[in-house]
């Protein structure tokens, strides 16, 4: 990727300031500039409302953190929105695209990527290879095709070239040779990241990107997000952890119980009724606005099993990132339904860190661990 290109009448999206919403903001609220307006979307699974969003609208050019409690639906309508999974009602569009029964490859081709609350990178193939996958999402590509045969020519060498760009962006160049199931967990959410941006996509939307990165890596994944912004993208993220929302977000929306609940700018949505009571129950005395707010509730929280807002994201690798030879190429699919992987919805709740995974590592300092 370039770095953002200014003409004289261009904005920097890093200073732009002007509103987000066109009037108040609340749920549901107009923007001035949307990328993706949802209607009605709703999903329900047995006698669960997991999604029953009215209206959504997402800031182009903004960073946008998408919050709720455990259960919340957040990664359900990520699901949805792009098509993983479909709603019982409701109709969405991504520039003025309609994605209504859109495949993901489609969508992902429009240029609206995501990434997975448990990492999904193929554990059996080397790094390059993942981030050649990012750029395959064409229907009836076989994945022989595409890493053995070699029959891409030029396009395949555009591929790996823009492959290359992305992993000494990231800090993966090191690791191009090596088997994805060799990096650590963070290294594996940055690898997600960078094989996602291999369709040059306009809208990321990252479920829990910082969810069991080693703390020496969080700092680096919050710049990642950050300059994603810088080169005009959108993003959209989900993220437990209130720091970092305010940290980073331009604009936060809160789900709860399948809704929005409320939105807004971060410190204004934090002193919101609705957030906390989303969040806390009966703890109704805590001020997230207040200095030392958010911490307090993070307290709160930890001491309150019943509350816990963090995840661990396991990094697990699945048995299906075996892949086999007559795959399709999956760019970024989840497993099917019944397999929870697909929306990281249970392995998470054991909050468990995978015993093949290794520790995470500050970039540069590992040791080349591939196994031949
Ligand atoms: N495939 C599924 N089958 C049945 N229920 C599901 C499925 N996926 C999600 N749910 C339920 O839908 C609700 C919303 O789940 P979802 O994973 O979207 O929440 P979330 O906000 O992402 O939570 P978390 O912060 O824990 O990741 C939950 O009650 C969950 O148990
Ligand atoms: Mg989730």
């Known amino acids: ?42 999903r329900r699974f047995g006698g669960i409302t997991a999604v029953d969003v009215e209206h959504l609208e997402i800031p182009r050019h903004k960073i946008t953190a998408l919050i709720g409690p455990n259960g919340a639906g957040k990664t359900t309508l990520f699901n949805l929105l792009t098509g993983f999974d479909t709603p019982n009602s409701g109709t969405w569009q991504f520039e ?12 992902a081709r429009l240029g609206m ?22 750029a395959s999402a064409q229907p009836g590509e076989k994945l022989r095709n595409a890493l053995f045969q070699g ?8 591929i790996t070239a823009q492959a290359d760009v992305l992993l000494a962006k990231f800090k993966l160049d ?31 939307m990252l479920d829990e990107p910082m969810a069991g990165v080693n703390p020496a890596l969080t700092q680096s994944l919050l710049d990642h997000i950050k300059n994603l912004k810088a080169e005009g993208m959108t993003v959209l993220f989900v993220e437990h952890d209130m720091q970092m929302v305010r940290h980073i977000a331009d604009w936060v929306v809160v789900m709860a119980e399948g809704k929005v609940v409320a939105e807004g700018p971060p410190a204004e949505v934090m002193r919101d009724q609705a957030v906390i009571d989303a969040y806390l129950g009966a703890h109704h005395d805590v001020d997230l606005g207040a200095a030392g707010g958010v911490q307090e509730l993070e307290e709160v929280l930890a001491a309150d ?18 892949l086999s030879e ?11 339904d019944e397999d929870d992987d697909g929306d990281g919805t249970r392995e998470r709740r054991t909050g468990r860190r995978a ?7 500050v970039p540069g300092t590992s040791h080349d661990s591939r196994e031949d």
């Open 174 to 204: 090191t690791k191009r040779g090596d088997y994805a199931a060799s990096l650590s967990g963070g290294q594996r959410k940055l690898l997600e990241m960078a094989r996602a941006l291999m369709v040059n996509p306009k809208l990321v």
């Open 305 to 322: 099993e019943e509350s816990v807002v963090g995840t661990e994201d396991a990094g697990i690798l699945s048995e299906e990132s075996v």
């Open 113 to 134: 990527v995501r990434t997975f609350q448990l990492t999904k990178v193929m554990g059996k193939l080397t790094v390059l290879e993942n981030m050649r996958l990012g």
């Open 326 to 336: 007559d795959s399709e190429i999956l760019a970024v699919r989840p497993p099917d």
């Open 355 to 361: 015993a093949d995974s290794p520790p995470d590592v």
């Open 1 to 42: 990727m370039s770095e953002p290109q200014l003409t004289a009448d261009a904005v920097d999206y890093m200073t732009d300031t002007r509103p987000i919403a066109e009037g108040p903001a609340g749920p549901g609220c107009a923007k001035r500039d949307p990328i993706v307006v949802a209607d009605d979307v709703s």
């Open 96 to 107: 003025g695209t309609n994605l209504e029964g859109m495949s993901s490859y489609k969508v």
């Open 151 to 158: 029959i891409w020519g030029k396009r395949e060498k555009d």
